[in-house]
Nanobody, 116 residues
Framework: QVQLVESGGGSVQAGGSLRLSCAAS????????MGWYRQAPGKGRELVAH???????SYADSVKGRFTISRDNAKNTIDLQMNSLKPEDTADYFC??????????WGRGTQVTVSS
């Protein structure tokens, strides 16, 4: 069964850091690009970061220089290191697998809250 399971969300003050992880089934991890979207209350889903199976990364302008996406092929995980967090980063964060423009699979999401 194909699964994506996120972990690492929580609450933090502005300027703090959080690290999100997404564990994927081996079949999915080996062939797909992966990444993170987020959805803030009352807003649409926004692409945050993407990493190809070869490790090429891309980021939304709003998080460049603050967030880093990485993948661990041995553990079948991708991580999102989030530094210098801002209140506007508050959202539900969703891991996905597949093309960034039309993902094939989604995790259930993990909540990130940044207080000022």
């Amino acid at each position: 069964q194909v699964q994506l399971v996120e972990s690492g969300g929580g609450s933090v003050q502005a300027g703090g850091s959080l690290r999100l992880s997404c564990a994927a089934s081996a079949k999915m991890f080996g062939v797909a690009g992966m990444g993170w979207y987020r959805q803030a209350p009352g807003k649409g889903r926004e692409l945050v970061a993407h990493i190809t199976r070869n490790g090429t990364t891309s980021y939304a302008d709003s998080v460049k220089g603050r967030f880093t996406i990485s993948r661990d092929n041995a553990k079948n995980t991708i991580d999102l290191q989030m530094n210098s967090l801002k209140p506007e980063d508050t959202a539900d964060y969703f891991c996905y697998s597949g093309p960034y423009y039309y993902p094939d699979y989604w995790g259930r999401g993990t909540q990130v809250t940044v207080s000022s």
